[in-house]
């Protein structure tokens, strides 16, 4: 597939795929390029010669023939490039510090915090090993980010601490930029923690599924009370203390709230930044459906019209999955490789296994090594290395390709056993929110052209665990 049509109301637009142009059209060059290849123009002539004036269609088609010579539509596929035979290096870690929490969510994909093992808490040791092992991988590789998780990491305070003192202690003598985030459900920060991530940088990620009622039917602690109220006290403190910059409101949206938008919007009052994310899983009630997927269609529409309206009347939020690039994007490895999970990505648990990522701990056909030996499954690292997006047959022809980078390999794993096979379910939930999203940030480029004001939220690398 060369290019991709979509549209939002009476907005029009078309992906050139293989180039990641964007462009904005009228709906009479939209019905054009559903005929049109960019060989027959002739055939496509006679197929609107009915419906619009032959003259019109024909200065389209020359439009069109304009972009195709200059390379920005019909583009032809490009090779992929040598990184992929190289050694690769370290670029992201996750240190799960807590496998144990003080909640019990009824989708936790983490077995409310343990894993399917045990529950336990990450060492201070274990801990500095890891730093130096995504360190030493990192090699001449300037920035690293390194990901405190859980379980709820602030079951386990002290090693927080020690960990992101560490952190910064090694960055300096190592001439690194490490960028921190810590994953929390919110109900255990307090002013003194609250200080002392803020007074060492560390990104946030605030786990909140929208209105009280949606947050405490599926987020309650083990007595089976809500635990908003003691979550939004937490997320109100930390977010005012850092002029709300630097966090993530990170939602998760279920069969029992496919009303999601409005759980979104419901967000609005607590913080600006906001993630919503589709639940992942099998058989569980709670799990997605193929009868919701038209709701949940609607309700991304719905989500970006509400977007663009709050943008213009000057109440605007950040809502992560609507923050493309559609211009000086990710590097072709990335477009081609996404997270880097296994290769460029691990996860370590509280004993200091390796994993290729937070999804796969407990997984042990995926258990790559220890802290204490390295990586064992140097066929595992090659394995996940090697399966980017031109390698899987399902996405080769697809035309978010370089938007999904072939989509997360655990969940592929979980719905089909083999990370080369997508989660077909999730696909289509993605390719719905990036035709909203690559609208958006065309509609917003548009406004900066024509205003002379870069309208866009800023877009750096940060990527959510789901």
């Given at each position: 597939m060369l290019i991709h049509r979509m549209k939002l109301d009476e907005h029009y637009a078309v992906l050139d795929v293989n180039s990641g142009a964007v462009h904005l059209v009228d709906a009479m060059i939209f019905d054009l390029l559903g005929v049109?290849?960019?060989?027959?123009?002739?055939?496509?002539?006679?197929?609107?010669?009915?419906?619009?004036a032959e003259e019109d269609i024909s200065e389209a088609l020359a439009e069109i023939k304009n972009l195709q010579e200059q390379g920005l539509m019909f583009s032809p596929s490009f090779p992929v490039p040598n990184t992929f035979s190289q050694e690769p290096i370290l670029k992201s870690l996750c240190l799960h510090i807590a496998h144990d929490c003080n909640l019990r969510c009824g989708y936790c994909f983490a077995g409310t915090g343990d894993f399917g093992g045990h529950r336990a808490l990450m060492s201070k040791d274990i801990a500095e090993q890891a730093i130096d092992f995504a360190i030493a991988g990192s090699k001449n590789r300037h920035n690293l980010e390194i990901d405190l998780f859980g379980g709820e990491p602030l079951m386990n305070v002290p090693v927080v601490k020690h960990v992101i003192n560490y952190a910064r202690k090694r960055e300096v003598e190592t001439n690194k930029n490490i960028k921190l985030t810590l994953t929390t459900n919110g109900t255990l920060l307090n002013d003194d923690i609250v200080e002392f991530l803020n007074k060492n940088r560390v990104m946030l990620v605030l786990s909140l599924d929208g209105s009280k009622e949606t947050h405490d039917n599926m987020r309650p602690f083990p007595n089976k009370t809500g635990s908003y109220d003691s979550a939004v006290a937490g997320f109100k403190k930390v977010i005012e203390s850092?002029?709300?910059?630097?966090?993530?409101?990170?939602?998760?949206?279920?069969?029992?709230?496919?009303?999601?938008?409005?759980?979104?919007?419901?967000?609005?009052?607590?913080?600006?930044?906001?993630?919503?994310?589709?639940?992942?899983?099998?058989?569980?009630?709670?799990?997605?459906?193929?009868?919701?997927?038209?709701?949940?269609?609607?309700?991304?529409?719905?989500?970006?019209?509400?977007?663009?309206?709050?943008?213009?009347n000057g109440e605007a939020f950040d809502f992560f999955h609507f923050n493309v690039a559609l211009d000086n994007g990710p590097c072709v490895a990335k477009r081609l490789a996404g997270c880097g999970a296994g290769h460029e990505y691990f996860a370590i648990t509280p004993e200091g296994d390796i994993y290729p990522c937070h999804q796969f701990v407990g997984r042990e056909k995926y258990k790559m090594g220890t802290l204490a030996t390295g990586i064992e499954r140097q066929d595992l690292v090659q394995h996940f290395r090697q399966m980017h997006v031109m390698k899987k047959p399902m996405c080769q022809e697809c035309w978010a390709r370089f938007f999904c980078s072939g989509g997360c390999h655990a969940n592929a794993d979980m719905a089909n056993g083999d990370i080369s096979q997508p989660y077909e379910y999730g696909c289509k939930i993605q390719k719905k929110r990036l035709e909203c999203a690559i609208i958006i940030q065309a509609l917003l480029s548009e406004e900066a052209n024509a205003g002379g004001e870069d309208l866009r939220p800023e877009i750096d690398n940060f990527k959510f665990k789901v």
């Amino acid at each position: 597939m060369l290019i991709h049509r979509m549209k939002l109301d009476e907005h029009y637009a078309v992906l050139d795929v293989n180039s990641g142009a964007v462009h904005l059209v009228d709906a009479m060059i939209f019905d054009l390029l559903g005929v049109y290849d960019g060989s027959n123009a002739s055939e496509t002539l006679l197929a609107f010669r009915d419906k619009y004036a032959e003259e019109d269609i024909s200065e389209a088609l020359a439009e069109i023939k304009n972009l195709q010579e200059q390379g920005l539509m019909f583009s032809p596929s490009f090779p992929v490039p040598n990184t992929f035979s190289q050694e690769p290096i370290l670029k992201s870690l996750c240190l799960h510090i807590a496998h144990d929490c003080n909640l019990r969510c009824g989708y936790c994909f983490a077995g409310t915090g343990d894993f399917g093992g045990h529950r336990a808490l990450m060492s201070k040791d274990i801990a500095e090993q890891a730093i130096d092992f995504a360190i030493a991988g990192s090699k001449n590789r300037h920035n690293l980010e390194i990901d405190l998780f859980g379980g709820e990491p602030l079951m386990n305070v002290p090693v927080v601490k020690h960990v992101i003192n560490y952190a910064r202690k090694r960055e300096v003598e190592t001439n690194k930029n490490i960028k921190l985030t810590l994953t929390t459900n919110g109900t255990l920060l307090n002013d003194d923690i609250v200080e002392f991530l803020n007074k060492n940088r560390v990104m946030l990620v605030l786990s909140l599924d929208g209105s009280k009622e949606t947050h405490d039917n599926m987020r309650p602690f083990p007595n089976k009370t809500g635990s908003y109220d003691s979550a939004v006290a937490g997320f109100k403190k930390v977010i005012e203390s850092r002029q709300g910059k630097n966090y993530y409101l990170r939602g998760t949206y279920t069969h029992y709230n496919l009303n999601f938008a409005d759980d979104t919007v419901s967000m609005l009052d607590i913080g600006k930044e906001i993630s919503m994310e589709p639940v992942i899983g099998t058989d569980e009630p709670y799990v997605l459906t193929e009868g919701d997927l038209p709701r949940i269609m609607e309700e991304y529409d719905k989500l970006a019209r509400i977007y663009l309206d709050r943008r213009a009347n000057g109440e605007a939020f950040d809502f992560f999955h609507f923050n493309v690039a559609l211009d000086n994007g990710p590097c072709v490895a990335k477009r081609l490789a996404g997270c880097g999970a296994g290769h460029e990505y691990f996860a370590i648990t509280p004993e200091g296994d390796i994993y290729p990522c937070h999804q796969f701990v407990g997984r042990e056909k995926y258990k790559m090594g220890t802290l204490a030996t390295g990586i064992e499954r140097q066929d595992l690292v090659q394995h996940f290395r090697q399966m980017h997006v031109m390698k899987k047959p399902m996405c080769q022809e697809c035309w978010a390709r370089f938007f999904c980078s072939g989509g997360c390999h655990a969940n592929a794993d979980m719905a089909n056993g083999d990370i080369s096979q997508p989660y077909e379910y999730g696909c289509k939930i993605q390719k719905k929110r990036l035709e909203c999203a690559i609208i958006i940030q065309a509609l917003l480029s548009e406004e900066a052209n024509a205003g002379g004001e870069d309208l866009r939220p800023e877009i750096d690398n940060f990527k959510f665990k789901v």
